[in-house]
């Protein structure tokens, strides 16, 4: 197996855990509160038999759901043949503090089968994928209004069909049913953006970091993404997304990282390009736009740039590689990139690590939309588009008409325009994920003792549940 992608199966929980007790120090709520945030309320472990081929095989998955201190509980399903219990209660941990952390009205929680979805037909994935859905319902771990699963590693827009149509047979007549499931194909109640929100989002948390020239200066580097050096780990939607928008946002890809090998160019890759090039080939490796290879995916970290970008699983920056990461800021694309060792030691050299639980939250935040979506049974801009761009109209009319100005058909066209449902999924996004940022650095800049972002953001977090449990009336 490749460095790259082993995955420590037993400290993730334990990880998330210490960085929750290291943040809790600088809060104020009685430990037995504390302890009510860390705690996952429900694990639910669960196996069940398909046919394939013509024999049977047991498939093992889990459902955790964090914490209720809101309803629903939200977060994705992971399939892959290294999931187990401990990962799947970190990783719906993090969701708790993530929605928390961008203001999102959900619960935590994760879902895990442990597959391979490279060894399994179309069928047979629909078959699992269903069979898991019966067992939530069984259960009532799935609902609108109950816990919402979403894509993860692993899964996509179809396995989230699958799910919503499975639900909905079982609960026909459920007016708000699609709402069970985010994630799901735009034909099936999905929303526009939701694929590349993920990725969006960490170009837009990069962007805001290394735009404040007070956090730059120190690390040696200018305030913009202007001719910064870029290396992403994962060519999967997550860090295929994030490249693109950082590119767009002016950045320089100069290292890709997959499970099969890296590429690096200090000049720049072209990562469509590359992407292009594995769907002729099946590999990154052999790409001519690249003047170093390297078959083993984690030398591919440690070459020089400014940022790197982790977007595939857990564990990757480690006590064991830390001392050879050259990038200054670490944007955790994926879910606990970095264990608390290597994240201590990144710190004291003076980096700066944007946390996955604010890094990667733009998958949630477009999530909460669809939902919201689903909800009122009425796509974002329907009710109001062409009612703005007639009030456009008829302002940019009378402005002509008073000036004696004409405007050119392509600024016409701009200024009158109303929004679509995807431009005002994307504001909303971009919105969201711009304030959280600066509130988290302000919680880190008013107290000089919080030492990271990470940090600052578990305060953050911890504060707005332990609030949120009070107001329930469940703390005193």
Not at 263 to 284: C, W
Not at 415 to 425: C, D, M, T, Y
């Amino acid at each position: 197996m490749n460095n790259s992608l082993v995955v420590d199966d037993t400290h993730f929980f334990a990880d998330v855990c210490q960085f929750f007790d290291h943040a809790a120090q600088f809060t104020k709520h009685p430990q037995g509160l504390l302890d009510q945030i860390k705690t996952c309320n429900s694990v639910y472990r669960f196996q069940f038999p398909i046919r394939k081929g013509n024999s049977f095989e047991v498939i093992h998955a889990w459902r955790v759901e964090h914490s209720h201190h809101m309803s629903p509980t939200k977060g994705g399903i992971r399939y892959s043949d290294m999931v187990n219990e401990d990962e799947v209660m970190a990783l719906a941990a993090l969701m708790t503090y993530k929605c928390a952390i961008v203001n999102v009205p959900f619960g935590g929680a994760k879902g895990g089968i442990k597959i391979n979805p490279k060894n399994y037909t179309v069928a047979e994935l629909e078959t699992i994928t269903r069979r898991y859905t019966v067992e939530l319902i069984k259960k009532n771990f799935i609902g609108p209004g109950i816990d919402v699963p979403a894509p993860d590693y692993g899964s996509g827009e179809r396995e989230m069909s699958w799910i919503a149509d499975t639900y909905y047979t079982m609960n026909p007549g459920q007016l708000d049913a699609m709402g069970c499931v985010t994630g799901k194909p735009i034909a099936l109640h999905g929303i526009a953006g939701r694929r590349e929100a993920t990725g969006r989002g960490v170009a837009i948390a990069v962007r805001e970091c290394v735009s404040v020239a007070e956090d730059m200066k120190p690390l040696g580097l200018t305030a913009g993404l202007e001719g910064k050096k870029v290396i992403v780990q994962g060519l999967g939607n997550v860090g295929y997304h994030s490249a693109k928008y950082l590119t767009e946002y002016g950045a320089t890809v100069v290292g890709l990282c997959e499970y099969d090998g890296a590429l690096y160019n200090p000049d720049g890759l072209d990562f469509e390009a590359v992407m292009n090039h594995r769907k002729q080939t099946g590999s990154i490796l052999g790409f001519n736009g690249a003047t170093q290879e390297f078959k083993n995916p984690a030398e591919g970290l440690e070459q020089e740039c400014d940022i790197l970008v982790p977007a595939a699983l857990e564990n990757q920056v480690t006590e064991a590689n830390i001392g050879r990461i050259k990038a200054k800021v670490i944007a955790e694309g994926a879910n606990g990139p970095t264990s608390p060792q290597a994240a201590a030691a990144f710190l004291e050299r003076g980096g700066i690590i944007i946390p996955d639980m604010y890094c990667n939250a733009g998958g949630v935040t477009v999530s909460y939309f669809e939902w919201l979506k689903n909800l009122s049974h009425v796509a974002f801009g329907r009710m109001d588009k062409r009612y703005e761009e007639n009030a456009n109209l008829n302002l940019v009319n009378t402005l002509e008409a008073m000036t004696g100005a004409t405007l050119g058909a392509a600024e016409r066209k701009m200024i009158i325009k109303g929004a679509s449902e995807l431009e005002l999924v994307n504001s909303g996004l971009e919105d969201t994920m711009i304030r959280s940022y600066h509130e988290i650095r302000e919680i880190k800049m008013q107290n000089p003792k919080i030492d990271s972002l990470r940090t600052a953001a578990f305060v953050g977090s911890i504060d707005k549940v332990a609030v949120s449990y009070m107001n329930m009336g469940i703390w005193p």
